[in-house]
């Protein structure tokens, strides 16, 4: 009896702690739920995260809560006694890591457009926590064996032809993340994972740092050759690091850095070669400097953990891997459509080359043309031959001209309208926003803009998203975001673009596009989720429409008159059209062949970087004066990102796009309605939910031909 009432006074004593405990922390932790911005729905207009409440110390503990409530959703499908089904697996999945999805959304597009110590910090801690709780579930063998059941009976469901997409999809993505694996093996894969993740954090940390840290800081003397604009911005990025690290090497100074919309320019005007050869191989030497931040041991090593995974998961290389789940299917495949381009770009180069030597010979010049003499004589030869300056171009496509021509190309092609927000919170200055409306002038979901180079951000251009689409739960719009690297206004003149920057700015938007009008119902298979070598159709078939002279005339105005483009300065643009393409596409293909050497490797041994991309460059014969679109160690398309053996991708659809396009040109009207409507109903909007050759024979009506594509870069 004395021990029954003493572990009765004990059960009490703890009641009343953890009663005592819940009252006194449940305001705090409360305190912390409320004060966290991701720990509850958006309550915001078109639900934007509410970027001014977000900060750094938000992100740990919401991506730490996210996966402990993904967790708990994936062992409530474990769990569950009923029968396997497809809404109690695959949607219950969907609906599953939503908070995770939230934060990851937000932290990864911070981390790329708008980093910070604290941010690269953050990310080096979680990202292979991250890999580690995706792995955790996808090697998890309870829920994979739901997932199987399904699969293998996949025929006695009453299943659309989406939802059997998704199905498939879900499978296969267990099966290529090791879910049949076991013992030692799945151990190993896990391992493997989070240290290919850690080393590529490291390697786009290492290349931010080393694209920051090269300048050259220039006297008012070494600007010969330089057109104004691109002088004042100098100046003006010469000033704001003056105000920033209070140093006065940059007072009165000018500046130029390997940001491409600062070296481009450079490379393309000035006349101190010595200024030009410094500027370039500052750039193609990123990563290669035998500092802190150097690539190359990442590089190679990530390539050897590559292939041992592939080698687990039952393929002969990486390349095999992803492939395999692509359009191309095979190395060979790939091999075979970059060796049918390579010898007519080479050829085409050459003879570029032999033109450009030509005029620095007349010139009274005593050398060979180099990698930093390419874009200076190229200029000068397309002057001489087609009477066309790039500077001359330059003031009819301010950034906001250009903005107005994606969106008259939008509403033309599919009626699409676009109303600018200044209400809504967003995460930099720089940033816009517009919502987007259909024809009938329902909403379709925000555009947000991120146009101007900043050390913050990474190089490049891409598009993501802050929300995905999808119809399962609800009409869930989406939130897409464009980010590019062009030059801010300088103290009198607006941001002034390229014609390379503006197909820049209209192949991001061909991808914001496909995030925008995507309509499935599960967000795994919306907008961009389609195979690697289909998912730059769309974004590349809309480059075309920059230059149709109906469209220019709509939005190619002067920055100063307002003067419309006129006729004569279209055809020289459009003569000009093919001009220096040899020089493209080799340094193009070349990059490609340096990602598909080195993931066909099968050996797990260590190669030496440098000999490995000079071994490789040169079985392919590419010219001293052409340098890789991309060397290895800031070759972050596959080192970081997912274009690992797929950076050939643009090229397979390129394929797809100039064919698209000729069926356009061929009816008589760019803007027609028919194939306009074609288009959006089975590529945009379909996203992955069928196959994409399928999904293009629908569109067009036959396979792709690609002749178009010879005849529009001028390699037939």
């Known amino acids: 009896m004395k021990n029954f009432l003493k572990g009765i006074i004990n059960k009490v004593r703890n009641i009343t702690l953890i009663t005592f405990l819940f009252l006194f922390l449940s305001p705090l932790v409360n305190s912390e739920v409320m004060k966290n911005p991701f720990f509850t729905e958006y309550e915001t207009n078109f639900k934007i995260p509410p970027f001014s409440q977000i900060n750094e110390e938000h992100f740990m503990p919401a991506f730490i809560k996210g996966m402990e409530v993904h967790n708990e959703e994936i062992n409530d499908i474990i769990e569950n006694k009923e029968e396997p089904s497809f809404e109690n697996i695959i949607v219950a999945m969907e609906r599953s890591g939503s908070l995770l999805s939230r934060v990851s959304a937000v932290f990864f597009n911070l981390s790329g457009s708008t980093t910070n110590p604290k941010i ?59 879910a049949l694996l076991e013992g030692s093996d799945k151990k190993r894969y896990a391992e493997l994972n989070q240290d290919i993740t850690k080393l590529s954090v490291q390697f786009s940390q290492n290349l931010l740092a080393e694209t920051n840290d090269f300048e050259i800081i220039l006297d008012q003397a070494d600007l010969a050759g330089l057109p104004s604009d691109i002088v004042d911005l100098a100046k003006l990025e010469a000033e704001n690091k003056f105000n920033k690290n209070k140093d006065d090497k940059y007072k009165d100074k000018y500046v130029f850095t390997v940001q491409r919309s600062s070296m481009y320019p450079f490379l393309t005007y000035s006349t101190r070669r010595d200024l030009r050869e410094k500027l370039y191989k500052g750039y193609i030497q990123r990563g290669d400097n035998n500092n802190e931040y150097d690539n190359k041991k990442i590089t190679s090593k990530i390539a050897s953990l590559r292939v041992e995974k592939a080698n687990i998961l039952g393929f002969e290389s990486h390349a095999h891997y992803v492939l395999d789940n692509t359009m191309a299917k095979t190395p060979q495949a790939v091999y075979g459509l970059l060796n049918q381009l390579w010898a007519p770009a080479l050829k085409r180069a050459k003879n570029e080359l032999r033109e450009m030597q030509i005029l620095a010979n007349e010139e009274g010049n005593n050398f060979e043309i180099a990698s930093w003499d390419w874009w200076h004589y190229a200029e000068k030869v397309r002057k001489d031959k087609y009477d066309l300056d790039e500077e001359e171009i330059k003031e009819y496509f301010t950034l906001d001209n250009t903005i107005d021509g994606i969106f008259k190309t939008s509403n033309k092609l599919f009626g699409l309208t676009f109303e600018e927000k200044f209400d809504l919170d967003l995460y930099h200055p720089d940033a816009r926003v517009w919502e987007v409306k259909d024809k009938d002038g329902s909403h379709i979901g925000l555009y947000i803009g991120d146009y101007y180079t900043r050390s913050s951000k990474r190089g490049g251009a891409w598009m993501s998203s802050f929300k995905s689409q999808s119809n399962f739960d609800g009409k869930e719009r989406p939130i897409i975001v464009n980010v590019c690297n062009f030059p801010p206004p300088s103290k009198d003149k607006p941001s002034l673009l390229s014609f390379e920057h503006v197909t820049t700015l209209f192949h991001e938007f061909g991808h914001g596009l496909h995030g925008l009008l995507t309509n499935t119902n599960y967000k795994s298979l919306s907008g961009t989720a389609v195979s690697r070598d289909f998912v730059e159709f769309p974004s590349q078939v809309l480059e075309h429409w920059a230059s149709e002279p109906e469209l220019l005339k709509s939005y190619a105005k002067h920055y ?7 006729d004569e300065l279209i055809e020289k643009m459009q003569n000009a059209s093919k001009f220096n393409q040899g020089f493209a596409n080799t340094e193009y293909l070349a990059a490609s062949f340096l990602d598909m050497d080195w993931h066909t490797l099968t050996t797990t041994e260590l190669q030496d970087t440098n000999s490995f991309e000079e071994k490789s460059l040169k079985k392919i014969g590419l010219i001293d004066e052409i340098v ?18 797929g950076y050939y991708s643009y090229i397979w659809a390129a394929v797809l796009d100039s064919d698209a396009f000729a069926a356009f040109k061929d009816s008589g009207d760019v803007f027609n309605e028919d194939l306009a409507n074609k288009y959006r109903e089975f590529i945009l909007e379909k996203g992955g939910t069928e196959d994409p050759m399928e999904l293009y024979r629908s569109f067009k009506g036959d396979d792709p031909d690609i002749s178009a594509l010879l005849e529009d870069r001028g390699l037939d």
């Not at 008159?561 to 006129?566: A, K």
């Not at 160690?633 to 053996?645: D, L």
């Open 628 to 645: 890789s679109r991309y060397r290895t160690t800031y070759f972050q398309h596959i080192f970081t990102h997912s274009y690992s053996a």
């Open 560 to 566: 100063e008159t307002g003067e419309v483009i006129s």
């Open 120 to 178: 690269q910090e953050i990310e080096k801690e979680i990202s292979p926590k991250l890999s580690s709780h995706y792995d955790s579930i996808s090697l998890n063998p309870e829920i994979f064996k739901k997932v199987k059941i399904l699969w293998e009976s996949i025929d006695n469901y009453d299943l659309s032809l989406e939802e059997r997409k998704i199905l498939e999809e879900t499978y296969k993505r267990f099966v290529r993340s090791g």
